[in-house]
């Protein structure tokens, strides 16, 4: 019974620290970028890339992702111009854009293999070469990850807890 409490300890701290270790970032030439459903925005500071969306579509049919890159340094109008900084909208987190607001360039891209690990790994190759690699979770929702190895944890303790009373007679 030790044993099993240890493991949902274990398995919730490790799952946890899993799924916040992968964040997005660039190479330092610009040449390749990894983009992650991590919430944050990807910035490319000094660099600057062609303004628009790419649109995401899983096997289904249905928008998974929508990968933007902000026309935060010069606006052309219609969501294009050239910018610095990019965001990973998803369907798992429930923050797609409404499709009225795509860019008058937006690519359309069907999802693309599962790498594993419940990662599909999507590339767009931008207008000024640089490869987007973009990674994009299948299941479970990111979200409940630390819900549920939250749980695992609390159980574990609670079990241990009255193990740890019974065996002292409180």
């Not at 949902?8 to 964040?23: C, E, K, M």
């Not at 798992?92 to 790994?121: C, M, Q, R, W």
């Amino acid at each position: 019974m030790k044993i099993l409490k240890a493991a949902f300890l274990l398995a919730g701290v490790l799952i946890a620290s899993q799924l916040y270790a992968d964040t997005s970032s660039c190479t330092p030439d610009f040449s390749v970028c990894s983009v992650f459903e991590d919430g944050q925005v990807l910035s490319f500071d000094p660099f600057l890339a062609a303004a628009g969306d790419v649109v995401i579509d899983d096997s289904s049919g249905a928008v998974s992702d929508v990968f933007r890159i902000f026309n935060d340094f010069f606006d052309s109008g219609g969501g294009t111009g050239l910018g610095g900084s990019a965001f990973l909208y998803s369907a798992d987190e429930h923050d797609l854009p409404d499709p009225s607001t795509y860019s008058v360039n937006a690519a359309f891209l069907t999802e693309g293999p599962n790498i594993g690990g419940d990662l599909t790994k999507t590339v767009y190759i931008g207008a000024f070469g640089t490869e987007f690699d973009i990674y994009s979770a299948e299941t479970p929702e990111p979200a409940m990850i630390p819900i549920l190895s939250g749980l695992g944890c609390m159980a574990g303790i609670v079990a241990w807890r009255r193990q740890r009373r019974s065996l002292s007679g409180v």
